[in-house]
C-alpha cells in the first residue's frame, strides 16, 4: 500500500522521510531498513534515525511514477513495510 505521493522534478535530488514512530511501540528501535526502488530512478542514499528513514533520490522520467518501498525489523523482531510514490514532472 502507498503511503503518500511526492512530485519531484527529474533534476532535483531531494529527500524524503518514513517516519515509523507512530508505529513502533515505546523504546522499540528499528535495526534494519532497506530501501527497494524501482527502474528509473536512483536511491542516492539513505538512513535512519529515532524512527525516521530518510532517503534521498534523484533522477527519474517526466510523467512517470516511482514507487519506493522502505522495509524495516525492530529489535522486537517485527517486520514492515511501507511504500511512497515518487511522481517525477518538469517543476
Do not use: Q
Not at 527529474?10 to 511501540?25: K, N, R, S
Amino acid at each position: 500500500m502507498v503511503e503518500k505521493c511526492f512530485p519531484k522534478d527529474p533534476d532535483a535530488v531531494l529527500d524524503f522521510g518514513i517516519d515509523w514512530t507512530e508505529w513502533l511501540e515505546d523504546n522499540e528501535l528499528i535495526t534494519v531498513h532497506a530501501i527497494t526502488a524501482e527502474v528509473g530512478i536512483t536511491v542516492d542514499s539513505n538512513s535512519e534515525t529515532d524512527g525516521v528513514v530518510t532517503i534521498w533520490l534523484s533522477g527519474g522520467t517526466a510523467g512517470t511514477a516511482y514507487n519506493i518501498a522502505c522495509k524495516i525489523t525492530t529489535d522486537a523482531g517485527r517486520t514492515e513495510e511501507r511504500s511512497i510514490l515518487i511522481r517525477c514532472e518538469e517543476r
